[in-house]
């Protein structure tokens, strides 16, 4: 059975916060070098798969421009095509793949696969297919198992003993499994279009695959689930985000960059990034790119390209995007910090006690924000894209802080 694949590339990551105020989720930078859409799409080449859609619409020509120069450097013989909304902006995951049915149709594919296009994992999706053709299913949702206290973050379904799927229920406050979609899906094209074009006539309908077509399919139609056993990772949150990046660190991680099955980027040398262990000077655990400057100390962290940290600097669990400047005398504790920030001398950013549970204790600093020298700011605070000097009211920004521009004031909520 042939398949075309579908990346869901326009979503606009409103739970993100500061990460995704400038571009598409999809777009964010990972690993040092990466981004995250392409874990889906380096996925899409090495399962062999030859025609891909990516459907754009938040900060569209941003996320074009990316994948255009990603298909230059590895698409020779694969089909990428980049679509925008043709009736407005998405109303839902379903409304999407519904707006751009007139392309699916022209495919001479039997099956669509339906993929995000910000989770971090490596699969080989022939063997979901492969699954799908066995069960003779209409439907198969890819899943994982997670801890209960997660799992009200997700789709979740129930599982027969033939693995054909008894209900599905997207993001239950009181879920009763902690089997949860992937969002990935393989539909039978038929059957797809079938229900794409009754749920676009519904104006009750969220038009989502999770909310209302899944549920709906379920109950009617043959659905099965395919469990995943290797590591995936939901970046839906800026904790899951940096948890993803700390993974890469660990002493035995979960997930790794290294092997056969390796991320293509827009990059054409590959790895963009060296793991350095202890023992190596100034950089200890950590993930570090090409074209960094490291006068100061790094611990446990992970840097893009073109960083530089000056002297008597230390940089500790924290993610450094491309192109950030760190002045002397400096501490960065448990931050990100996006790209092509200025940071002066003398901060000190991530200061004080945790103001709530550790994994959300992390400072973001906005992509091209500038943070004035001698400035300290603390824990769980989020600095702007775009942040000058004259924004800042004070030189100390307590935990839990917001700085806007000058044309708002300074912000707090702890």
């Given amino acids: 059975m042939k398949m075309a694949a579908v990346i869901l590339a326009g979503g606009r990551g409103k739970r993100m916060d500061v990460l995704c105020h400038v571009r598409p989720k999809p777009a964010i930078e990972f690993a040092g070098g990466f981004k995250v859409i392409d874990f889906s799409l380096s996925n899409c080449v090495h399962s062999g798969i030859e025609t891909i859609f990516a459907l754009t619409d938040y900060q569209r020509v941003q996320m074009a421009n990316y ?65 799908h053709e066995e069960q003779k299913a209409e439907a198969t949702v890819g899943i994982v198992r997670i801890p209960f206290d997660q799992a009200f973050r997700f789709g979740t ?34 059957i797809l279009r079938e229900y794409l074009v009754k749920d676009a006539q519904n104006p009750e309908s969220s038009h989502d695959f999770g909310y209302s077509i899944l549920p709906e399919m379920v109950k009617k139609n ?24 700390m993974e890469l660190i660990r002493e035995e991680p979960s997930f790794t960059l290294n092997s056969h099955w390796h991320v293509l980027t827009d990059a054409r040398e590959w790895p963009p990034v060296t793991k350095v262990s202890h023992g190596s000077g100034h950089i200890s655990n950590s993930l570090i790119a090409k074209d960094c400057v490291i006068k100061g100390r790094v ?39 996006d790209e092509n920030a200025k940071i002066g001398e003398y901060c000190f950013l991530g200061f004080g006690p945790s103001v709530a549970p550790a994994e959300w204790d992390i400072t973001v ?50």
Wanted: aromatic share 8%.
């Fill in 299 to 337: 611990e446990n962290s992970v840097l893009s390209p073109g960083v530089s940290i000056d002297d008597n600097v230390i940089v500790r669990d924290s993610i450094i995007m491309s192109n950030v400047t760190v002045g002397a005398h400096g501490i960065v504790d448990r931050c990100i910090i």
């Fill in 67 to 131: 994948l255009n120069r990603w298909k230059a450097n590895n698409a020779s013989d694969i089909t990428l095509r980049i679509l925008e909304p043709s009736r407005g902006p998405y109303l839902g995951t379903a409304d999407a793949v519904y707006q751009n049915l007139q392309q699916l149709d022209q495919l001479d594919a039997e099956a669509i696969l339906i993929l995000a296009g910000d989770h971090i994992y490596k699969m080989d999706y022939r063997k979901m297919l492969r699954f």
């Fill in 222 to 245: 043959r659905v099965y689930a395919y469990e995943f056993e290797s590591y995936w990772q939901d970046i839906g949150t800026k904790d899951a985000y940096y948890a993803a990046n």
């Fill in 157 to 190: 379904v129930k599982i027969g003993p033939d693995k054909r799927i008894q209900y599905f229920i997207e993001k239950s406050p009181f879920p009763d499994e902690n089997t949860a979609s992937m969002g990935i899906y393989i539909f039978s094209k038929s």
């Fill in 365 to 414: 600093i906005g992509k091209d924000s500038i943070i004035p020298a001698h400035t300290a700011v603390g824990r769980n605070c989020q600095i702007l894209p775009g942040v000058k000097p004259t924004d800042f009211t004070s030189t100390i920004i307590h935990p839990g802080s917001v700085v806007t521009h000058s044309s708002r004031k300074l912000s707090v909520s702890v």
